[in-house]
Nanobody, 128 residues
Framework: QVQLVESGGGLVQPGGSLRLSCATS????????IGWFRQAPGKGREGVSC????????AYADSVKGRFTISRDNAKNTVYLQMNSLKPEDTAVYYC?????????????????????WGQGTQVTVSS
């Protein structure tokens, strides 16, 4: 059973920063890709970013490029999402996901249908 535990969410003012963490129950190297999705009230799940466990390849949604950075620490079995210049429209529940099988092109990891396991989510609220 794969367990993903997100942390780091909270309330932040517009323009502020947060860093989300996702701890995996097994080695991050057991998975092909680890990603972050988000879901705002009344909207569907949106792929934010994903990273390859092996070679560090990354993919980002256009809405977060230049503001968010995904990274991994395989020794700690943890993936991070550094979020800078936050906007009110970034408000959502953020979920960590993993995919086991290889997927090409890598950017397809941003589709919610291409991920195998999901965490419980952590709330991010951007408001003044």
């Amino acid at each position: 059973q794969v367990q993903l535990v997100e942390s780091g969410g909270g309330l932040v003012q517009p323009g502020g920063s947060l860093r989300l963490s996702c701890a995996t129950s097994g080695s991050t190297l057991d998975y092909y890709a680890i990603g972050w999705f988000r879901q705002a009230p009344g909207k569907g799940r949106e792929g934010v970013s994903c990273i390859s466990s092996s070679d560090g390849s990354t993919a980002y949604a256009d809405s977060v490029k230049g503001r968010f950075t995904i990274s991994r620490d395989n020794a700690k079995n943890t993936v991070y999402l550094q979020m800078n210049s936050l906007k009110p429209e970034d408000t959502a529940v953020y979920y960590c996901t993993v995919r086991k099988a290889r997927l090409l092109p890598f950017g397809l990891c941003l589709s919610p249908y291409n991920n195998d396991f999901w965490g419980q989510g952590t709330q991010v609220t951007v408001s003044s």
